[in-house]
């Protein structure tokens, strides 16, 4: 593990310069604050400098977007120990499976030093406590994570982690053992970079803690829209409506509707998390005149992710969009499910989703310039702020209607109220 006993930096450093001085110390580190604050970009500058380091998230579509595996595979813990089971007798039964993959993994957290976890507010405790006694008992080292340097990443204040059961706590990371023995040092960054109108910024600041007053009503009641332009990106919190509405846009356009299939090769297993995570579809339906979302960040070739525009051309070959800023030729993409392995499973495909409709929890990391949103259905705590504070300005957002609430949990308002302030 890097060096620990740096001194901390000094307070007068902004918070960027001191989220880089702390985790190049050695340091546990935790990075928070508001959607478009940063934090992604402060993670990759660090990473730019530490190569080495194991890039994870909690789940497939973060793990995804941050460029590393989710954190179950990385450790190969699998889906942890179920309920009722011991962590040690879990351990066993993993130290004797005799699978590849879980071989490499146990070396993967033998030779690494240095850990990043995105989304951190999306992995219940049990498993993060459960990940510092793997770690441990892998490395042989009693140390939090068995030594390695935990760079954590996320909001509290948004997604939260997956319940099954509507009448139980969050299981938040923050409460669990394994945080506490970490001695995470907080990060908190807060210019808000992605919305620069002071007014709407604020109001998202608010409505994030779940502070509805006159003042946040003044900036975004206006923005109920009757009569919403179809073409808006629609955020909705369910997988069929987000369906339902791209169907009916598609079938609703002139002319024969056209599909690719996705190209893929390698281990079922894997094909199937790409399948699931990507904002790309497998099988991609398009129709001349449809109006389509980027899906990877490709700015030498005219676009980037969460850019839109209409389709002009369709072929084999290569799909012509019409933007903003003019027209793009796009050519197939090819995502893999671990860079680092050239024998992992790949997923090629044009890098497009329809653009009518998508899910809260898949636009998380997407900066949008206008949206459609209905958070009407939203009772996960931080899910309307995700969607609100996906848009740039407060010209782009139209909601559905004026919430009659907004969902937070006050663990989370607690615990950073404490730690950030």
Known sequence: MPETSAPAPPTTLTPEARFQALASSGKNVFLTGPAGTGKTHQQRDWLDRNPRAAVTASTGVAALNAGGATVHRWSGMLIGPPPGQSFDCFFRELASDKRFGIRAAFNRVRQTEQLVIDEISMLPGRLLDYLDFHCRAIRHDDQPFGGIQVISTGDFLQLPPVRTNPRVEYDWAFDSEAWRNAGFQTVELTTIRRQDERDFADALSRFRVGEINRRVADVLRPRVAIFPDRNLTRLLTHNAQVDKWNDYCLADLPGNEWVNQAQTDGPT???????????????????????????????????????????????????????????????????????????????????????????????????????????????????????????????GL?????????????????FHANTCR
Do not use: C
């Open 269 to 395: 297993s894997q094909i199937d998390f790409l399948t699931k995570n990507l904002l790309t579809p497998a099988t991609l339906r398009l129709k001349i005149g449809a109006r389509v979302m980027f899906t990877v960040n490709r700015p030498d070739d005219g676009f980037v992710n969460g850019q839109t525009g209409v389709i002009t051309s369709l072929n084999s070959s290569g799909v012509g969009v019409e933007t903003d800023h003019g027209h793009v030729t796009v050519d197939p993409y090819t995502w893999s499910f671990d860079p680092n392995d050239d024998t992992s499973a790949t997923f090629e495909q044009f890098p497009l989703r329809l653009a009518y409709a998508m899910t809260i929890h898949k636009s998380q990391g997407l900066t949008l310039d206008s949206a459609f949103i209905d958070i009407r259905a939203a009772r996960e705590p931080g899910q309307g702020y995700v969607a609100l504070s996906r848009v740039r300005s407060v010209d």
């Open 398 to 414: 139209h909601l559905k209607d004026w919430p009659r609430g907004v969902f937070v949990s006050q663990r989370a308002i607690d």
